[in-house]
């Protein structure tokens, strides 16, 4: 699969990631075959989070790839920590605490990439620089990042923390473009004006953040998938169109969408399907033109002014 470098490490990471949130659902044996056929085709990113399965997601994958040194050195392990019930939390003491567990978990000595779930109100970025200045001494985490971050809470923590914050997961689909549409129509009297984020799409680009979308097939918070949908007829129209002109599935022009923007993007899949895993990876072969990105932009019912 094609890659791309994670924000402004030397880390090669493949354009698509695989999330783990829902391998759960999978038997041990459905879970082994899941991992094992997603590494076989190159998508070697799996993205986790210790609320996952209260955790269980983490145990789940350790074990249905056996988890030993060999196998570690050809994956990149990716897991997010700061969501505890009814609260989030960045404290030094929970940001420590989460990552043991979430190596005991995945049955590995470190992770690649560890990224601070959703903006705690009461951060204190001191404490959030001592964790990681910790975690990195140790060797417990190489890279570092965010999710769900706007541009003044980055700098605030950049202000203490001596790391680079190399990602920034975000909900981005085709049918939630809000950080894409604020920046088209500015200074315009519509609700697609309204600047909702800070203009995070430009900052991440700015300063060498690898945006990652999560949820790139749902419409709302959680409300469904828009691909097949009744609700979005025209834009499944205007993908199956295209998706019928390179030969692939639609699947792989809703993640070819995104890798179309010149962000370069890391979407991240949530599906536990094999071949519809194997559907996202094929978009890194796809390059939409310009035109065609537009189309499906305006079939989601995005307004150019």
Same mark, same amino acid.
């Given at each position: 699969?094609?890659?791309?470098?994670?924000?402004?490490?030397?880390? &090669?990471?493949?354009?698509?990631?695989?999330?783990?949130?829902r391998?759960?659902?999978?038997?041990?044996?459905?879970?082994?075959?899941?991992?094992?056929?997603?590494?076989?085709?190159g998508?070697?990113?799996?993205?986790?989070?210790?609320?996952?399965?209260n955790?269980?997601c983490?145990?789940?994958?350790?074990e249905a790839?056996?988890?030993?040194?060999?196998?570690?050195?050809?994956m990149?392990l990716?897991s997010?920590?700061?969501?505890r019930?009814?609260?989030?939390?960045?404290s030094?003491e929970?940001?420590?605490?989460?990552?043991?567990?979430?190596?005991?978990?995945l049955?590995?000595?470190y992770?690649?990439?560890?990224l601070l779930?959703?903006p705690?109100?009461?951060?204190?970025?001191? &404490?959030?620089?001592?964790?990681?200045?910790?975690?990195e001494? &140790?060797?417990k985490?190489?890279?570092?990042?965010?999710?769900? /971050?706007n541009p003044?809470?980055?700098?605030?923590?950049?202000?203490?923390?001596?790391?680079?914050?190399?990602?920034?997961?975000?909900q981005?689909?085709?049918?939630?473009?809000?950080?894409?549409?604020?920046?088209?129509?500015?200074?315009?009297e519509?609700?697609?004006?309204?600047?909702?984020d800070?203009?995070?799409?430009?900052?991440?680009?700015?300063h060498?953040?690898?945006? /990652?979308p999560?949820?790139?097939f /749902?419409?709302?918070?959680?409300?469904?998938v828009?691909?097949?949908?009744?609700?979005?007829p &025209?834009?499944?129209?205007?993908?199956?169109?295209?998706?019928?002109?390179?030969?692939?599935?639609n699947?792989?022009?809703?993640?070819?969408w995104?890798?179309?923007?010149?962000?370069?993007?890391?979407?991240?899949?949530?599906?536990t399907?094999?071949?519809?895993?194997?559907d996202c990876?094929k978009a890194?072969?796809?390059?939409?033109?310009?035109?065609?990105?537009?189309?499906?932009?305006?079939?989601?019912?995005?307004?150019?002014p």
């Amino acid at each position: 699969m094609r890659t791309i470098k994670l924000g402004s490490s030397s880390l &090669e990471v493949p354009v698509v990631a695989v999330g783990c949130m829902r391998i759960n659902s999978l038997s041990n044996k459905e879970a082994e075959q899941f991992v094992h056929s997603a590494m076989e085709v190159g998508a070697n990113f799996f993205d986790h989070a210790d609320i996952y399965g209260n955790g269980a997601c983490e145990e789940i994958f350790a074990e249905a790839v056996q988890m030993n040194p060999q196998i570690r050195e050809n994956m990149i392990l990716q897991s997010k920590c700061g969501i505890r019930k009814g609260m989030f939390d960045f404290s030094k003491e929970h940001i420590l605490n989460s990552v043991d567990g979430i190596l005991q978990r995945l049955k590995t000595e470190y992770l690649d990439v560890l990224l601070l779930h959703r903006p705690d109100a009461l951060v204190e970025p001191e &404490e959030v620089a001592e964790a990681f200045d910790l975690l990195e001494r &140790e060797g417990k985490v190489r890279h570092f990042g965010v999710s769900n /971050q706007n541009p003044n809470q980055i700098e605030l923590l950049k202000k203490y923390v001596k790391q680079p914050l190399v990602a920034n997961q975000l909900q981005l689909s085709i049918t939630n473009t809000t950080m894409i549409s604020s920046g088209i129509n500015v200074n315009m009297e519509n609700d697609a004006a309204v600047n909702r984020d800070g203009s995070i799409l430009d900052y991440c680009r700015l300063h060498d953040i690898t945006i /990652q979308p999560w949820s790139p097939f /749902q419409y709302g918070f959680f409300e469904g998938v828009f691909l097949g949908s009744d609700k979005f007829p &025209e834009l499944n129209a205007k993908i199956d169109e295209i998706a019928a002109k390179y030969d692939v599935s639609n699947t792989t022009i809703a993640i070819a969408w995104l890798l179309r923007h010149p962000a370069q993007m890391q979407p991240v899949t949530g599906t536990t399907n094999i071949e519809r895993l194997k559907d996202c990876v094929k978009a890194g072969d796809v390059h939409l033109t310009r035109q065609e990105w537009y189309e499906i932009y305006r079939a989601a019912g995005n307004i150019l002014p």
